[in-house]
């Protein structure tokens, strides 16, 4: 495959995952894809770090950020949409039982 057919080829993976409404790492994972090759070329071609989405790992974690100006802690932002506020010391035992049950 010469370079410029594996550009063309990616322009089209990334058009089709775009369409998707999928994470990177599910659209990978449907179309067996090597993600880190994915991300590679979705940085190249669209100068995208996909920051909108959260990043969940293969043992299930998401990204748990503090709010800026919120003064009540953690806010942990899951799939689909849903997020958790105030989150502290005296209350992450309760994440870790709400996160295991999903």
């Not at 409404?21 to 190249?44: D, I, N, P, T």
């Not at 849903?82 to 994440?95: D, K, M, Q, R």
Request: aromatic fraction near 8%; charge should be positive.
């Amino acid at each position: 495959m010469t370079q410029i057919e594996r550009k063309q080829t990616w322009q089209q993976r990334i058009a089709d995952w775009q369409a998707s409404g999928l994470s990177g790492a599910a659209y990978c994972k449907q179309e067996s894809l090597v993600y880190h090759r994915f991300v590679y070329w979705r940085q190249k071609l669209t100068g995208s770090e996909e920051p909108s989405k959260p990043v969940q790992t293969r043992s299930g974690f998401t990204r748990v950020a503090p709010v800026p100006d919120a003064g009540a802690g953690l806010t942990v932002s899951l799939p689909g949409g849903v997020s958790i506020t105030g989150l502290h010391a005296g209350n992450i035992e309760l994440l870790g039982a709400v996160l295991r049950q999903l």
